[in-house]
């Protein structure tokens, strides 16, 4: 092989690293997070998309808050229609909200034993 056709392997494989690397961008999206029967938040945040069909919810608004010191909301997909919920605080502390289901009627909703998270 030449040192030319190994340069441009070596360049390849070095954009996908990158490519592969870089964190995927944000999108608006209405979204809904309710525990019990009261409603949390209810407008626009920002969606970000994970592999698997995972994904996080950040606040778009200045104070950066769902509700109480949640900043992050994610759920990460652990089969076709069941999920794990966790929120982030502002200190750092990651918390377990629980499993959810996907839901029957709105597959965009996550439900679980005493809250829903939806993201259209």
């Known amino acids: 092989m030449s040192s030319q056709f190994l340069a441009i392997i070596c360049t390849g494989f070095t954009l996908l690293a990158i490519s ?45 808050r769902f509700f109480g010191d949640t900043v992050v909301v994610s759920v990460t997909v652990l089969s076709k229609n069941r999920a794990d919920i966790r929120g982030l605080t502002k200190s750092g502390i990651n918390s377990r909200w629980g499993s959810v289901k996907r839901s029957r009627k709105d597959r965009a909703c996550w439900v679980g034993s005493d809250f829903k998270i939806c993201a259209w």
């Open 20 to 64: 592969m690397s870089s964190p995927a961008i944000a999108r608006n999206a209405k979204c809904l997070i309710t525990s019990g029967n009261s409603t949390q938040f209810r407008r626009v945040c920002d969606f970000q998309a994970e592999p698997n069909g995972s994904f996080s919810l950040t606040n778009t608004k200045k104070s950066g």
